[in-house]
């Protein structure tokens, strides 16, 4: 059978239609029996990218937006604790005044300021660049003083 011949019998059309189903077939095969490479895995997944484009192009702004949310909530953060500390030992030290000026406080006064001793000396170990020399001797006047207090039981 000469080629001619063989063009009458099929035409383009159906040499075309061969190709497109033997090519299925093939990928179908390979989609089975690779591990690494799925065809049609590949094929759904740029129609889903170039499907989607405009959303994930949404996405990624959103994305952004979040991200900079997030970093003015952390700045934020930040910023309160350190607020929070300060005026932890701002308390601290006017207790330590208050003991030098001879005035005598409740137990649970004392119990309330040690936690924000507490507070402020662990805050001080988490950021070492924070200026500590401020209240150092006031906390160990307070400790002292505490100590005493609960060995005399003189508490208010």
């Excluded at 990928?27 to 029996?33: E, G, L, R």
């Excluded at 499907?51 to 934020?76: G, H, M, P, S, T």
Aim: contains cysteine; aromatic residues 12%.
């Amino acid at each position: 059978m000469t080629t001619e011949a063989f063009r009458q019998l099929i035409g383009l059309d159906e040499i075309i239609f061969l190709i497109g189903v033997g090519t299925i077939i093939f990928m179908t095969i390979v989609q089975k029996a690779s591990k690494k490479f799925k065809p049609w895995s590949w094929l759904a997944q740029q129609f889903g990218k170039e499907a989607n484009k405009e959303i994930y192009d949404k996405l990624d702004i959103l994305d952004k937006k979040v991200d900079r949310l997030e970093q003015r909530d952390a700045a934020q953060d930040a910023l309160f604790e350190l607020e929070q500390v300060k005026a932890a030992r701002r308390r601290i030290l006017k207790f330590a005044d208050e003991i030098r000026m001879k005035e005598r406080h409740s137990e649970e006064y004392f119990n309330d300021v040690l936690g924000d001793i507490s507070f402020y000396k662990q805050y001080c170990l988490d950021n070492p660049k924070f200026q500590n020399e401020k209240a150092v001797i006031a906390m160990r006047l307070i400790e002292k003083t505490y100590e005493k207090c609960v060995h005399d039981n003189d508490f208010l």
